[in-house]
């Protein structure tokens, strides 16, 4: 189903009507509304103004529009700010960050969760029965430029009081950091300080709890408003809407808040995000990559447990990446279909209408800035509404042969000690994911710990702290299971493993890390065997005991087999990375279909999709039963068979 | 004419009579002195010394030499600061810039003003009558070091006094800058704050509005000392030297207050300073890019209403670029010939002798570190006075046949929101210069809404916010007129226009622009019909009811025209741009004279002028009547013929 | 001898015996202890911890192991820099740099000398006289992680302290500063500011006196500590552990207060500190730049007197630089040979075991994390313990037939008023000695001033400032004296000199300086005559009364020589240089050997030692005596012969 996004208060309310007309004529079934209107709903303090929101949602429910309210969090007024200046983030340099654009807020804040629980409860006990009500989206975008880490003085109070909690003694703080290293040892809490801003790299177990601590924080923060929310709303579900490639925060834990996951999906503004190559970038420029969209859409179905929406689907050009230019005709349509094909419930574009004011103008909407002319992407999605309109329900996403296990505190692992400057667990996990797709395999992702049952092949790219549920669940997979390097290299401590990486995972793989190589971009090492390459950036120096299916020059192992456990023992380049897991994919005996770098399939239900991204047409398998588009699939054009 | 800039403080007293005897003797007929005084002028407050400066303007004098002094505003002395360190600027990270090197303080602080009006106040009544004295300069290169801005307490409060006078009410400043977007609101003008160091990117409104409060206040500042100086120096000029490719204030605005414009000529350090390609930087190090002082010559006589100076002239290797190359022989006599033949009424050099202390220490001069001995340059500056004698007087500068609208406020704005990260208003604005000159046209700057009578074309390379008067004499001109992207693309309170760009200019191009896309630099667009080349960075989609002159790739229109009004719909690349200018100056019935790239020419009355910045000699056209040089223009060498 | 650093502290009790016992098998005589303990020696004011340090000392006293303790002043504790933040140093930007690493303490804090001394007395008059310590190491890597300098409160208070003494009035200073410039007059000590921050350049000669005043405090800081312990501890040695390529502050000076240097050799972490190209640093990754460590070897032996060691010897892959790779086998031995060779007296490995907690956790040992499993590094340390005993006493180094003039305010001079953004005088003198290198030559350094007897050949690749010690010492040696650019281009106030560059050297040379000019990466001029090749970076216009043995391709001189006094007017690229050093070589009459890229040599006493950094090996000369290795000296093999 579609939605959009929608501002009421950007607009002359006598356009209210003919807006939510046209949005019904044109498929669309849910508008998310409010989640900036705080200085509208409430213009100061205690002084709340809800007509104008009641008349717009009435208009909207008038046409037959479901309605997803935001609560307004992510832009605090400036009353309020100059009221409690302490609840504005800090940078790491220790500088304010301003009151002028969003999200200016720290977490750490106790005056900022008590005006959250007031504003919440005051929108939710307003709207939490209306009819229209849907369901609702707290906040918006947690962790978006760079919000989830804040390093100012309310920030200091709340780690400390964490701190206490979790180690309840300086003694068994100083233990687990190692805090002997270098005199770092301190006796008494309040002698903590933020890891940041020391003369050489501060210390990285202090460092991680920092991170945990205030992704602990935000999960706890979003559970507050669901709970006030809940109280309210009986029968409304909730949701949030992650942003792409943030990673600074464990989207699994707020995920367990929400009745399942959003996210905003840009993909071309993404491109300019990931650390492509110039040569990636620029081929995919104007349709983006295909594994942005797709990989997310995955991620979130997992978070969400199977469910996901798109809350905010890119329309056309957008204003925030360093160059914005016009998808290709088609994407927008294609991007929808892909989102659907993935499972998407609903695919909400972001927005109905570009504002032509303030930070957005440059956004492109489903109309133009004035009146009533759909954009060129506006036009993408009326298609869409009529295809879906003829093809009817579709049927639901099943679960994927290929699971990966991702991890947000990998992630921090990685870039607190890099060790390898290049090391980027982001990174790695996509370019799994990547080769996986090109194989036309369908991926669900998984939280460490959940159970395996079902997979055929489990990749975790790299899980560098395993914990025990963690590792109970490598354990009891049947599936074939591919380790990535670095895995088990840390332990909860963040201290390296007493009898050395991979840690705990020493006897299911078998092996033991004597030493590590980072390695600069100019150096490579040859691999061979059962798969051939490269490995860049990292590679491992092995003891085994486990099956060696491929080695390095020197003839050291670089892939081992123990059971149905491989380990990789390196980063790998584009060549070895194609050869591991089309191998992995035979051992897992998975159907598959090497696909072109500019083509994607993907099953839901009885159902397969495919996308085209690129300049050259593909033909659909033989036998293909089309229920959508044509055999030869045409740039930027979707088909869709049984 | 010559001159020299000097400062008598640094040298030994017993020097200045030969000094000046010497001067003299090589044809320089002014000397600018006193603008970075201050501390040896009033070395206490309110204790004046001015026994030394009376002296060394009698020297001066006695040698029949005519005077420019500065007002010594540039470097506030350190009691100063000590006593109000309120004058001092700050960063946009909010640090405060200190004392120790020169503009160290705010336009904003209204005891600057107090100062600076006491110190003009004080020099102005000593020396306004002196009967060697010329005229004046106001303070030093306003905007030097990124000192236009400042964002400190003082700003801030200047910011909220200059709001409150523009938009009287918060409501109407909310309008205005469309605050209602992300709940930016404020109530009361006390709420604003400076447009820095948001979590996002801050309000562009805010962000021009700012740029535009401090542009204001420079050209008022300076109003302020001209309104002194004049009160206390009836009959002298006043002039300001402004600084190259500082965009960051309206010179237009400041020249309103000056009976003529000046600039600083350093082409060399510029060569590193301008966004050239590497290739660009190497191939022009030794000589400077052949446009960038004319662009500049050009740029100053408009703002001067016809008259400029240059009021430093590089003289030899400077000290403040990244690297600092010794010109080639030839060149400071080529520069300061060109600067005569593009109008300039005086060549200053910067300076008499290479000081061997402090920061310009490795900066060259007329003479070298010590004694009587001329540097390089300072043969070549004699030879301009022998040749100028020769000559006699020149004729006057004519009324170019090409007209180009440059404007200080689009600079700003593109800026603001590049939206391609490579969309540099400055840039556009030079290459657009660049491709005119390499046809060997003349060109003149004009201020939006100047009267545009007796041109054959005008181009208008980027004018993204249109005013009433601007587009009054657009629309009056006979001229062929172009108007490249980007233009009308926003309104007065930078909002996008209600009825799409170019807005205000829809009717007289025939354009309306529905979609705009950044291109990265890997990609180009074709552009084909009448003119040929490629397009970059920026391309636009119109709806047109002109003619529709060369096309993109897939058919929509890339130049259009509408009677004499043309458009052009993209950023073009060096190819496209050459072709355009050429047809350009076809349609406007120009005779043109296609130039190497190293080759330059300009007419002054009935002479023409040509200058060679390369390595291979190139014949002066055929009949030419030289009274300088010879038929065959040897490298960095002059030839002028009637 | 071997060494190594040990951490009690870090490990059971019950480990230390069999710890040392294993040390004292392999080989090992000295052990380093103690520098980083603060907090577990004190860990609340005055409550001393001796008991466990107490047991450690007799633990390895027991096994006949020699302890060399270190000051721990490098990590001062929490509850220090809690009861006084004002020792915590600030960054350039004003900013605290906090606790949490090490190092954070400013030079100039009188608190933090009484801290100090409290500390350095407690434990030096605690073990002065145990009878297994050998000597003592003054805290840790002076300068290291940016520490030379800091620029806050407490240093602008030592500041103004220390130019009072320097220049007893505010006249004198502002006439040593050329403070008239710009107005930068100062009437009282008390108006002087931190040379820091300032709106644009801040003047060159208050930079050098800050630089000079930091550096003068280091020193003075490191003598406080000498004397303390030298009361404490008769007839014990005192060192300091330097760090490479840390030329913040002067280590001539501290080198005076010392029995002898010591520094830390990684030479893989190095480079990508120094500014290889990348085609180097790739090729090099793994085994080093073949002259990284001899460099430093022969800069340490230079400011020990003729004395060094080795005090943290690199054994495997560390953890701080971008990209850390394993080295090649071979290479902790052939490190270790080389370092004795180049006359190390001793080569301590840093560390004993892998720490498996904090920063350096990735940072190799001699042994693994757990346990007694050597690494591979502490293998090959075990082999050069079995040799050193097989050979028995190495003979005495001999003074080298090279000498190279190195200057520390060179440094500071070239990199406060670069003229040219790449003129590095690290990188100068490092190019010059490679030269050398590849000649064959063994090389000493010597500082500015130093008595020159005894050598054929003395090179200055840079000395900006010439004292009249520096000057005697250079006019008086004998042997051909290569002088190269920039030198005596500044007089000791950061002047031009009157008479032009170079100064006081004019007579020495011949030359006179009338233009520099720099070259950006592009360009390059030609050299031919006695030596052939190109001039990069930086070039010099001589007038020259000596005879010119190389020219510019226009015809000046580029190399030019007047009796045993050779100057080299530009920055040679590498053909140029290798062409000078050949030249210089044989003029001296040396015997050489052109070694391959990857091949070098050194003699210490009668021997003959060769290391193979490359992939091919090499032979030794024909008639070797080999008394260690092979006649085919494999890659990464060492060689020794009579």
């Known amino acids: 189903m579609l939605g959009v996004c929608y501002y009421p208060e950007h607009w002359s309310e006598d356009v209210w009507a003919r807006d939510a007309q046209r949005m019904a004529e044109m498929g669309i079934r849910y508008v998310r509304i409010g989640e900036f209107a705080w200085s509208r709903i409430e213009p100061r303090r205690d002084h709340f103004e809800w007509d104008w929101l009641d008349r717009a949602m009435d208009v909207l429910a008038r046409h037959g529009l479901k309605i997803v309210l935001g609560t307004p969090t992510a832009t605090p007024p400036k009353w309020l700010v100059d009221e409690h200046p302490d609840i504005l983030p800090h940078d790491e340099q220790g500088q304010v960050r301003g009151f002028g654009s969003r999200r200016h807020y720290t977490f750490s804040s106790e005056t900022w969760w008590r005006e959250s629980a007031r504003i919440v409860e005051a929108v939710a006990s307003r709207y939490g029965e209306h009819p229209a009500l849907a ?51 301190i006796c008494s809490f309040d002698e903590v300080e933020i890891p940041v801003r020391t003369v050489t790299e501060a210390n990285p177990a202090a460092r991680l709890d920092y991170w945990r601590f205030q992704s602990e924080q935000i999960a706890a923060y979003d559970r507050m408003q669901c709970e006030i929310i809940r109280k309210h709303s009986p029968g409304r579900w909730i949701t949030h809407n992650f942003m792409g490639f943030v990673l600074d925060f464990d989207h699994w834990a707020v995920g367990d808040n929400l009745d399942f996951a959003s996210w905003d999906s840009y993909p071309i503004g993404f491109v300019e995000k990931f650390p492509f190559s110039e040569e990636e970038r620029n081929r995919w420029a104007e349709t983006s990559h295909p594994d942005i969209a797709p990989f997310h859409h995955d991620l979130y179905r997992g978070v969400g447990r199977g469910h ?94 290929v699971a990966m296990v991702f991890d947000y505190q990998t992630d921090w692992t990685s870039r607190i000690q890099p060790q390898g400057k290049d090391f980027r667990y982001e990174e790695l996990a996509f370019r799994w994911y990547e080769a996986l797709r090109r194989l036309g395999l369908d991926v669900d992702f998984v939280r460490p710990g959940e159970v395996l049952d079902g997979y055929a092949l489990v990749v975790v790219p790299c899980l560098s702290i395993v914990d025990e549920k963690a590792l109970a669940a490598l354990r009891k997979t049947n599936a074939k299971l591919l380790v990535g390097p670095r895995s088990g290299s840390r332990d909860r401590n ?79 380049d584009e060549v070895l990375l194609t050869s591991l897991m089309r191998n992995l994919a035979q051992e897992a005996r998975l159907e598959f279909l090497e696909l072109p770098e500019h083509i994607r399939i993907r099953r839901r239900g009885g159902l397969t999709f495919a996308f085209n991204y690129g300049t050259e047409a593909w033909d659909v398998p033989s036998g293909a039963e089309l229920i959508l588009g044509e055999k030869s699939l045409k740039p930027q054009e979707v088909a869709i068979w049984r």
Chains 1, 2, 3 share one sequence.
């Not at 947690?142 to 206490?164: I, M, N, Q, V």
């Not at 349509?333 to 103008?361: D, K, N």
């Not at 201290?495 to 590590?516: D, K, M, S, Y």
Request: hydrophobic share 40%; proline share 8%; net charge neutral.
């Open 494 to 572: 963040f201290r390296f493993p007493e009898n050395l990486a991979p840690g705990v995972l020493q006897e299911l793989t078998g092996n033991r890390i004597t030493q590590v190589s980072t390695l600069r971009p100019g150096l490579r090492e040859n691999v061979s065997g059962a798969i051939k390459g490269g490995a860049v950036r990292w590679r491992e120096y092995l003891q085994s005991d486990a099956d060696v299916l491929a080695r390095f020059a020197k003839g050291d192992p670089a892939l081992t087999k123990k059971g149905n456990v491989y380990y990789l023992a390196c980063w790998p």
């Open 308 to 401: 996901f929406w798109v809350m905010e689907q890119q329309p056309g050009p957008v204003n925030w990446a360093p160059w914005n230019p016009v998808p290709k005709p088609g994407m927008v349509r294609l991007w929808t279909w892909e989102a659907l094909a993935h499972g998407a419930e609903v695919v909400s574009y972001f927005r109905w209408r570009q504002v032509p004011f303030a930070q957005e103008q440059m956004h492109a909407g489903l109309n133009l800035p004035e009146g009533d002319e759909l954009s060129v992407g506006g036009h993408e999605a009326e298609q869409v509404g009529r295809e879906l309109r003829k093809l009817g329900d579709l049927p639901a996403s099943k679960r994927a042969p």
């Open 135 to 185: 369901g609702w989206q707290t906040d918006n975008e947690y962790g978006c430029h760079d919000t989830a880490l804040s390093y100012g003085p309310e920030d200091l109070k709340a780690f400390r009081r964490w701190l206490r909690l979790r180690y309840q003694s300086p003694d068994q703080l100083n233990e687990a950091w190692g805090s002997v290293f270098w005199s770092m040892e």
